[in-house]
């Protein structure tokens, strides 16, 4: 079975450009979710999906990401302008359904993101 | 609110000798809890996870954990490391409510084998 398949892996801005990150999940999972992974800490929820309609997105920074879920399929988390603490590793993962005891999260590699 | 603590940010190790992270955390519902463990350039993976079943949960690769209601906890151990543990752990605890399934990661403990 392919895990999930995130693009680019690797990603070097300067500030106020913008930026998109692609994540594939694996095939009939409904539940989708963007991490963002400071250096030194713990994966940080931004966006939840399911199919394509919006769980959570209460820690997304609204005023500068945005995330689109089209067709409940792929989905794109864009970065608009970027600042320097937006320099992180951003994640992807999918489960089957939300109830996360019952269902796992399977991550993808990540894009690492270096705002300069 | 729910969240978790890992008192050691890093923890090393000789290889074949015990491993114990350390993880405490704090709900006011009955938590799910879990392990995950992340490899350089690789996605993180799940170890176990505890559901409110047995309280000694074992995992993949001989890890295991207990989840002791009373003192908070859930640490993780091994009998023997190996080199190929190498990594960094994620104490993780799932947010009940309104069943979104958000999972709450602590800070990471780095795990160091030496030969």
């Known amino acids: 079975e392919a895990g999930v398949a995130q693009s680019p892996r690797y990603k070097i801005i300067e500030k106020r450009q913008s930026v998109a990150f692609w994540c594939n999940p694996i095939s009939g999972h409904a539940t989708l979710y963007w991490y963002q992974q400071i250096l030194g800490q713990g994966p940080k929820l931004l966006i939840q999906?399911?199919?394509?309609?919006?769980?959570?997105d209460s820690q997304l920074p609204k005023d500068r990401f945005s995330a689109e879920r089209l067709k409940g399929v792929d989905s794109t988390l864009k970065i608009q302008p970027a600042k320097l603490e937006d320099s992180a590793v951003y994640l992807c993962?999918?489960?089957?359904?939300?109830?996360?005891?019952?269902?796992?999260?399977?991550f993808g590699p990540g894009t690492r993101l270096t705002v300069t | 609110a729910q969240s978790v603590t890992q008192l050691d940010s890093h923890v090393s190790v000789s290889e074949g000798t015990p491993v114990l992270l350390r993880c405490n955390y704090s709900s006011s519902y009955s938590p799910s809890l879990f392990w995950y463990v992340q490899h350089p350039n690789k996605g993180l993976q799940l170890l176990l996870k505890y559901t409110s079943a047995a309280t000694l949960v074992k995992g993949i690769n001989g890890f295991e954990a207990e989840f002791k209601k009373s003192e908070t906890s859930f640490h993780l151990t091994k009998p023997s490391a190996h080199m190929s543990d190498a990594a960094e752990y994620f104490c993780?605890?799932?947010?009940?409510?309104?069943?979104?399934?958000?999972?709450?990661f602590g800070q990471g403990t780095t795990l160091q084998v030496k030969p």
């Open positions: 993780v605890v799932s947010e009940l409510k309104s069943n979104t399934g958000k999972l709450i």
């Open positions: 999906f399911q199919n394509n309609g919006v769980v959570d």
């Open positions: 993962a999918s489960s089957l359904a939300r109830d996360s005891t019952s269902y796992e999260q399977y």
